[in-house]
């Protein structure tokens, strides 16, 4: 098994509605990252969070929120979906140790019509 | 602030070599990271310099000098598999960036046969 786990991989949603993308991990890791990905404008910070109780936005917060229900598990959702959120979403682990980088899951290709 | 410059994209010839380099400017830094990515795929960890000089590994080999604020990543003999992105991420530990990773928004490098 993948040590981060994101389902679904493709998804197709219509304007409007209200989609949650998932995410768990197997690494122990305690921080916990939501991306997006855009041609051309790179990986953008969602929402991070440090451990259940500690959830941080980023820089591209507006129209998403997140819940953290355990360690290994955060949830990314999109309360009212619309077309400008169609990307391809990661969501990636960090044990926040100095010479470790992130983990990223295999991600979700997001379509919003 | 912080800000991450590398190329949008490069052309190289199969096996030839190639530099991709890396600008940054960050308040906290503490470590290089780069990042392979194959389109529609996840970000995969290809090295890590916290300390000024080269790191080989096989084919890839990543140098950091912190007093320019720079790095570069060179791929020797390649191979038409390195046709993907790589992405330049410094570990930021200053104000407000709590230890999280800056990307920068990748450098797409296409290999010719």
């Known amino acids: 098994d993948a040590d981060v786990t994101q389902t679904p991989r493709n998804r197709i949603t219509k304007t409007g509605k209200r989609i949650m993308l998932e995410c768990s991990q197997t690494?122990?890791?305690?921080?916990m990252y939501w991306y997006r990905q855009d041609p051309g404008l790179g990986l953008r910070l969602i929402y991070y969070?440090?451990?259940?109780?500690?959830?941080n936005k980023g820089e591209i917060s507006d129209g998403y929120s997140v819940s953290r229900q355990a360690q290994a598990k955060f949830s990314l959702s999109l309360e009212s979906a619309i077309p400008n959120q169609t990307a391809l979403y990661f969501c990636?682990?960090?044990?926040?140790?100095?010479?470790?980088?992130?983990?990223f899951g295999s991600g979700t290709r997001l379509t919003v019509v | 602030g912080q800000n991450i410059d590398q190329p949008t994209e490069m052309t190289a010839t199969e096996g030839a070599i190639v530099q991709i380099n890396c600008t940054y400017q960050?308040?906290?830094?503490?470590?290089l990271f780069w990042y392979q990515q194959h389109a529609g795929e996840a970000p995969t960890f290809l090295s890590y310099?916290?300390l000024d000089g080269l790191e080989e590994k096989g084919r890839f080999s990543s140098f950091l000098s912190r007093s320019k604020g720079y790095s570069y990543l060179l791929l020797k003999e390649l191979q038409m598999k390195d046709s993907a992105s790589y992405l330049c991420?410094?570990?930021?530990w200053g104000e407000g960036s709590q230890g999280n990773l800056i990307f920068g928004k990748g450098t797409k490098l296409s290999v010719k046969p």
């Open positions: 690494k122990g890791h305690d921080r």
């Open positions: 990636a682990t960090s044990d926040g140790g100095r010479n470790y980088g992130y983990t």
């Open positions: 960050t308040s906290g830094f503490n470590g």
């Open positions: 969070s440090f451990d259940v109780k500690d959830i």
């Open positions: 310099n916290v």
């Open positions: 991420a410094v570990r930021d």
